[in-house]
């Protein structure tokens, strides 16, 4: 890709991002080139296919699990794909992501009050389900609930070190 371009693409790019600057943007593209190569046709489209993107989330983030990898966070907790996720869809996930502690309490009833306590927080259309609409609102709130019922996303160290290794010093890069 040319400067211009790369210019062009980077400026484009960075006015409709809210969560990374010029310089990571423009390291980002740099990294999605050198990933796809530089090839470009008319009419053609560029990207990763499937394979290789899960390629990249296991060596690169040491992902592994197959629903993860297949789709996006609100998918991995819509159990039955059924585009909500249910009381029972959150207890399940809820019930095998914590850690269970010996007590005179029944540990369900806990884990109840938390799924209680989650549609509280995110359900806003108040309809005892969350749609996909609830849970990118109250993600935008409170990012923290991104991961509410479980892990689907890289562990912050491998976040961190790909960080450091793309978004390095721009000299560091060749010239596409």
Do not use: W
């Not at 530089?38 to 989330?57: C, K, Q, S, T, W």
């Not at 269970?100 to 509280?120: N, R, Y």
């Amino acid at each position: 890709m040319n400067r211009k371009k790369l210019q062009k693409l980077t400026d484009t790019l960075t006015k409709n991002s809210k969560h990374f600057n010029k310089f990571e943007v423009n390291c980002l593209i740099k990294l999605f080139y050198n990933l796809v190569g530089d090839v470009e046709r008319p009419g053609m489209v560029i990207g990763l296919d499937r394979n290789a993107f899960r390629n990249i989330l296991h060596t690169t983030f040491g992902m592994t699990d197959d629903m993860i990898m297949d789709r996006d966070c609100f998918e991995v907790f819509d159990l039955n794909g059924d585009g909500f996720i249910s009381k029972e869809e959150m207890f399940h996930m809820l019930k095998n992501s914590l850690l269970k502690q010996p007590s005179e309490e029944d540990p369900d009833e806990g884990i109840k009050d938390l799924v209680e306590i989650t549609l509280k927080k995110m359900d806003h259309d108040h309809d005892g389900k969350l749609s996909f609409a609830d849970y990118e609102k109250a993600v935008r709130e409170e990012t923290l609930l991104l991961e509410a019922f479980g892990p689907c996303l890289p562990d912050p160290k491998s976040q961190t070190g790909f960080e450091a290794q793309v978004f390095k010093d721009p000299n560091d890069f060749q010239d596409m």
